[in-house]
């Protein structure tokens, strides 16, 4: 690990953020922003119904065509797929084809004004042969409509810690806790609609988007298009907000514009307006999670055996993993001997389900951190010392057989939680407004842990590569494909960068991601980006660093007199030795031997590609081995009230104390923790994406509703900082676990305010009705 | 393409309007901008926003107060005697979208949507609000609950535009109440609006009772049977029940993607409950 000098230290700062003022002024270029002379305008045309085989695409004779191209399966120079997982998905369907649900993309309209490719798109009218069609579940199990071979399970995925009988096992304990938990849907909400904008140039065509994951396009377009790796250019503009809407949905759009761009050989832009993106692009897997728990009369954890079902939509696209990841995490931060975990993603006729921060982890978190607070109360202990007491710790074994082995935070958080508890706590928020009713108040808990990077032999399989370079323009640039998304990402890399090659941060220049300019680093994804490239980040800087200054030393031996124009490009910064400058080379900082070897010797640049730490291993085959390099750990902690006329439920305290091994940027990694926070209380209590036939029945930021700055509390975040070795200054991921606890400790909080269980989410004012209605709670809305 | 028309004066206002009857009304844009994408686009627009006759608080003749149809939600916010007079109203006022959209919002604009979901509409049926409205040919007022004719239609006449609404001159001595119950705190669409007003005898009786409720029904209504079981009673508990009881025969809520029938019931109920309640 390199700790550089201390004049240059940017590490554990919060400095400006170099994107912010760009932001804060408008000067930053989204991607419908971007000027693109002499581009049309692109508008989909989908499916009106969930399930059925297309015949044909008819266009209104009595409209004129003449400055109208429409594109469809036909125009596909190669193969007609959307490259993912599983070659399942088209990028139109064919006539013949099969319509999998009600916003399968038919066609492309492409004309020369937005408003004339809209009206255009309204002129397009499909003849289906509509078939039945599933929409839920219960639905997909009972296999009546077949959607994905014989039992429409797109993937399924089992945990086994050992060869006991579960069911014996349980039977075998002093209690046993059962629950089943359903969540909903969620939309992503980034403040930016997803767009493309399409050119081809020289037979290659070159993508400008919104997304995250640049070489995620690029895979999906070469076939498609049937290019070469050096034919197909994918960049990212500047994005507004992603939170995994972004990492495989743009694949499509891309597609989409490509094409568009092919047939009228003209730019073409694709911009969704906010209705068609909530409607058609990718939510978090609505999910039902059947959780046995066993434990003895004093507490001790016994057995877990827990079903997971995920609705993976009409394709099976990232599924998979997802289900992944929900099964790895389904038994928690805790020691539990016997262990048996299925899960199953099943098809359905719904748009598919896809990356949502958490990806997967929340769902089963809610699911297990529901039956920790049942248990707790079933064995008559306190919530937190029932946790406590069952808690993996450094040197304990994870259900997939993994040792854990440095940077557990588990008792860290705990503890930070508990301490925050004994301070004052701050003035909850009042209801605003006349006639309020009488309250009911309860006191929630989560404890959690979140694997960080790629699940299992993903980081060895990617092999993430970065590249520092040093600027012939002067100062330096950091190359990779992992995007900033609002999340920080350019920041963090430049804190990186500067620190190990001992220069002032303004002197590091992050390269647009684009897969002409930067290595592939993989995806923006998995709470990666910081923990794993940026590792790569800073041993690719440090390399460098070292690179030069061993020629520094043998140039300066051999040509001692440094040139006056190095001299004076030292950064504006007080003057002072770079780092780890032999004795006897002179006072050459890194800028000024960068300078140096650009006018004596040439350009030089370091690559580094991701290791996985000695002894990460894991077989895919048993699902056994190391699920993850290292966890973050959380505990979060929820004190609400509930309006007892309208049931609506204020959140008067959320404290969130968060594992991070080492905040790069403080201020950037609160900010994370505060929006997954706020966003994980969205999932609890507001956020509802209601379905009919398949199709998002409240498609517009009025009706799907996130909340405000007016419904967030004000969050207490605490830092808990146990080092990663292997993250760059101990750093490891931090974007998604803030996602998983809170809705948990939600719930745990109104079932002791209302006295009901509440084991399903969204928690809406109508969902408590209902179950206040059902479970009891009869004083409820009596008079008081 | 549409035709905008942004008349400078009350005359031409009303003059393009007898003119182009079938030119869509913007009096502020919060509402008709929103899908305005979806819709087809209109024949033309007459906006009537900043029209100076159309803006301001003023007293009438009888001494109520007089509050300019183009009155944004923000200026009537800012007004003291709209705040001390008319508390129903401030409140809903505050709860309006959020300070962006008060900025722009407009109570005639609302009037003129006639939405169920109006959020300073069940007021006027609780303050026994009258609208003025104006034509080339004169001017007319009406009481609010005939104006409001059904699911999002009103009285106003093809070549009449909404100018002003009236409240009782005295008013301000009435017992007022507001509560919105939406989706979220604020920005929210309302899923039930309650507003209230009574007057009390010297010996507390109930002499005059006024129960309004918006998203419960195709238009905001008057809780007739709920206010026939308040009026002329003492308010106690068990004068709450009966009044919860009775209001749920006035209301007719239904399933939607914001809330339940059910659910919408349920609240009406206590909403009324708790006032009477707060009268004890």
Known sequence: MTESNGSQRSVGDSPPRVDGTGKVTGAALYVDDLPVPGAWHGRTVRSTVPHGILRAIRLDADFDWSQVVVVTAEDIPGRNLITLIVDDQPALVPLGGTIRHVEEAVAVVVAPTRAAALEASRHVTLEVDALPSIHDLDAALAAAVRLHGDDNVQKRLEIHRDDADIDAVLAACDHVVEGVYTTGAQEQMYIETQGMVARWEDGRCHVVGSLQCPYYVHTALKPLLALGDDEVIVGQAVTGGG?????????????????????????????????????????????????????????????????????????VTLSPVVLSRAILHATGPYRIPHVRVVGRSMATNTPPHGAFRGFGAPQTTFAYERQMAKAAVRVGMDPIAFRRHNLLRDGDTTATGQVLSGSVGSDAVVDALEQALEAEPPTPATRFGTLSAPVRRGRGLAVCFHGAGFTGSGEARLMGRATVAALPTGGFEVRSSSTDIGQGALTIFTQIAAQALGVDPVHVHIAQASTDRVPDSGPTVAS???????RVVEQAATALRERLETWGRSASSAAPAASTASTASAPPTAPTPAPGTAAGAGAHDVLALARRHLDQVGEVAETRTYEPPAGVAWDDDTYTGSAYPVFGWAACLVDLAVDEDSLEVTVERCLHAIDVGRAIHPRIVKGQIEGGTLQAL?????????????????????????????????????????????????????????????????ASALEQALGVACDELPLLPEVLQRLVAQGGAASIGASS | MTEWIRPPSLDEALAARREHPDFMLLAGGTDLMVGAIARPAPVGVIDLFGLPELSGVSRDPAGGLRLGAGTTFAALLTDDAVRTELPALWAAAREVGALQIQARATLGGNIGTSSPVGDSLPVLLALDAEVEVASSRGTRRLAYDEFCTGYRTHALGGDELIVAVHFPADIGRRVQAWRKVGTRRAQSISKVMFAASVERGADGTVTLARLAFGAVREQPIRALAGEQCLAGETPDAALAEAVAAAVLTDIAPIDDVRSTADYRRTVAGRLARRFVLSLA
């Open chain 1, 682 to 746: 969205g999932w609890a209590l507001w956020e509802s994406v209601p379905y009919a036939d398949g199709r998002v029945a409240n498609p517009s930021m009025t009706d799907c509703i996130i909340p405000t700055s007016s419904d967030a509390p004000e969050l207490e975040t605490i830092l808990v900082e146990v080092p990663y070795a292997y993250g760059p200054h101990g750093a490891k991921g931090v974007g998604e676990i803030p996602m998983d606890g809170p809705a948990a400790a939600v």
């Open chain 1, 528 to 534: 990666r980006t910081c923990m794993v490239v940026g």
């Open chain 1, 243 to 315: 939170f995994g809407g972004k990492e495989e949905y743009p694949s499509m759009l891309a597609a989409h514009a490509a094409l568009a761009s092919l047939k009228t050989g003209r730019p073409v832009k694709l911009i969704y307006d906010r209705g068609e993106d909530i409607a058609v692009t990718t939510k978090r897997h609505p999910a039902r999670v059947r959780h046995r728990l066993g434990l003895r009369a004093d507490g001790t954890l016994v057995a877990a055996d827990v079903d997971v079902l995920i609705d993976g939509g009409a394709y």
